[in-house]
């Protein structure tokens, strides 16, 4: 049975290098993206892995699995969808736009589980091209958590011009959150978390690695700001959700964080058609948007 756990240093550095051994020339249109597919069956997580997970992102421990440790858990499923010869991007360059994670019911953390992973959905962007890398997790003949992950693929354009913002009002700000915290980021929280990821990214390791990539500074990964900021506002408080977070700026390290979250109408007693949860993650003194998150939750 494979235990999944933070991979030796070696096998992930030749892993990281296989990302450039073939030649990756984008595409000139969306359809063309191959479905590229990895599985690993009867799977079971490393407990040292999970306590660490959970340590890095500020949960302690439980008696179900985090909402986003499926998702850490699959980066070598991922790893060997990017370089596999056929996947026609660069990994490195690769952004984060968005995560959305769909759970059906709460996995206990010792259960085995299949892992499916695929490349899917290509599109044209604003900036470049994106793509969804899909995972599922299944237990008892039974997908239980499914996490689609949008990346942009930066260059060259041929979406259509964006049609106007409409004015839509946001009445976030005129009530009250049920969470406001400021959190401070420690510089070495990139270096920590991609330990535990099994990232070699150079963007996360240190500002002088990080500006040679066009960063002022090292920037932590977005799912751990993700994880972190549900984490502080003790979300999701139910076993079957929906999550959908849209990622806007890097968090640089380091720096401070605040993090807001609103309850929806009925939130309170679990009413299952009342309004999603809210939450933003900011930066306090600015006030510019890092991600944007929306929670439904299940009775």
């Known amino acids: 049975m494979p235990v999944l756990r933070t991979p030796a240093f070696l096998p992930l550095l030749a892993s990281t290098l296989g990302l450039f051994r073939h030649p990756r020339r984008g595409l000139s249109d969306p359809a063309l993206l191959p479905r590229i597919e990895r599985a690993l069956a009867g799977a079971t997580l490393d407990p040292a892995w999970l306590a660490a997970y959970r340590g890095s992102v500020g949960l302690s421990d439980g008696a179900r699995l985090p909402p986003l440790a499926l998702q ?11 370089g596999d010869a056929q996947f026609p991007f660069r990994a490195l360059g690769l952004v ?17 589980f299949d892992l499916r992973a695929c490349s899917a959905d290509a599109r044209w962007e604003k900036r470049g091209m994106s793509f969804g890398l899909v995972t599922e997790a299944w237990c008892e003949g039974e997908c239980v958590w499914r996490g689609e992950t949008r990346a942009l693929a930066p260059g060259k354009s041929l979406a ?69 900021a549900l984490a ?11 999550l959908e977070a849209h990622f806007r700026r890097p968090v640089e390290l380091p720096s401070d964080i605040r993090v807001r979250a609103w309850s929806g109408a009925g939130a ?22 890092c991600i944007d998150i929306l929670l439904a939750e299940s009775a």
Not at 96 to 112: E, F, G
Not at 270 to 278: E, L, T
């Open 96 to 112: 984060h736009l968005s995560q959305r994670v769909i759970q059906t019911r709460a996995m206990a953390p010792h259960a085995p």
């Open 232 to 242: 502080l506002a003790e979300l999701p408080g139910r076993p079957a959700f929906t």
């Open 160 to 228: 259509p011009a964006p049609a106007p913002a409409a004015g839509a009002t946001d009445d976030r700000d005129a009530a009250r959150p049920a969470c406001d915290e400021v959190l401070h980021v420690p510089e070495a929280t990139g270096r920590r978390y991609a330990a535990i990821a099994g990232d070699l990214n150079p963007i996360h390791q240190h500002a002088l690695l990080a500006r040679l990539f066009g960063f002022r500074r090292a920037i932590v990964h977005g799912t751990w700001t993700l994880a972190r």
């Open 72 to 82: 850490l858990a699959a980066a070598p499923l991922h790893m060997a969808i990017l």
């Open 268 to 289: 309170e007693t679990g009413n299952p058609s009342g309004r999603p949860r809210r939450l933003m993650v900011s930066e306090p003194h600015t006030g510019k948007t």
